[in-house]
């Protein structure tokens, strides 16, 4: 099983809301990412968990606050967006982190966001 | 530095028709996987292929086909008789060790018509 799930698959929050996106995989991967995706853009990368720990951090603003409760879960934390924000988000794991990149990602469908 | 180029940002075919999207790589380090990945209309990214810098063997996959060339930094990728299900971007990454990041081209679209 090499899926990844991620909830819920659209969102449209106003600036001043509060939200969150989750993402599950249950393969035992011991990494996980955001991403983000503009259209007709490549993903960017957002945040990496590496054991359940935050080891980067793109230099993404603080209105997007991520937290990983377990190996298998990921939420992504959304507060005072801007509509610039709007944008396919990705969760992909994989089961080594990034710094040993042998190991592919597996990506989820991603929640398609809509700040207005 | 690492780089990753797409040249062909949109490509469409007959169904049936092969086609050959084009990657090519940038790296110093001499150990490198590059990989593939499909994103069709509905947004998920599907890992195809992972690929090893210290091995250069072609790989066939059903009607996907991947020629690996050291000497001229390209990870082609082939679909021999496309079909519409295809229609997809198609998106080449790098990844090095230690790096942080995988280093995605642009992607190429492609659409098969039918």
């Known amino acids: 099983d090499t899926e990844v799930t991620q909830t819920p698959k659209h969102l449209v929050m106003g600036m001043t809301n509060k939200k969150s996106l989750k993402c599950e995989q249950h393969?035992?991967?011991?990494?996980m990412y955001w991403y983000k995706q503009k259209a007709k853009k490549p993903p960017e990368l957002m945040f990496v968990?590496?054991?359940?720990?935050?080891?980067i951090n793109e230099s993404v603003p603080s209105r997007f606050s991520p937290e990983c409760p377990n190996s298998s879960l990921l939420n992504l934390h959304l507060h005072a967006l801007q509509p610039e924000d709007s944008a396919l988000y990705l969760c992909?794991?994989?089961?080594?982190?990034?710094?040993?990149?042998?190991?592919?990602?597996?990506f989820g469908p991603g929640t398609r966001l809509t700040v207005t | 530095a690492q780089k990753v180029t797409q040249a062909q940002t949109e490509i469409s075919v007959v169904e049936k028709e092969d086609v050959t999207l084009d990657c090519v790589y940038e790296?110093?380090?001499?150990?490198?996987?590059l990989f593939w990945y499909k994103q069709p209309p509905s947004g998920e990214l599907v890992f195809l292929i992972r690929?090893?810098?210290?091995?250069?063997q072609n790989e066939i996959s059903g009607r996907y086909s991947w020629n690996f060339q050291k000497s001229t930094s390209s990870f082609n990728f082939t679909i021999t008789a496309s079909q519409v299900v295809d229609s997809a971007v198609y998106f080449c990454?790098?990844?090095?060790?230690?790096?942080?990041?995988?280093?995605f081209g642009t992607g190429t679209r492609l659409t098969v018509i039918p």
């Open positions: 690929r090893n810098s210290f091995d250069e």
């Open positions: 790296t110093r380090d001499t150990t490198y996987y």
């Open positions: 968990y590496s054991y359940e720990k935050l080891s």
């Open positions: 990454a790098l990844g090095a060790t230690g790096a942080n990041n995988l280093f």
């Open positions: 992909a794991s994989s089961q080594e982190p990034l710094s040993a990149p042998s190991y592919e990602q597996y």
């Open positions: 393969m035992g991967h011991r990494a």
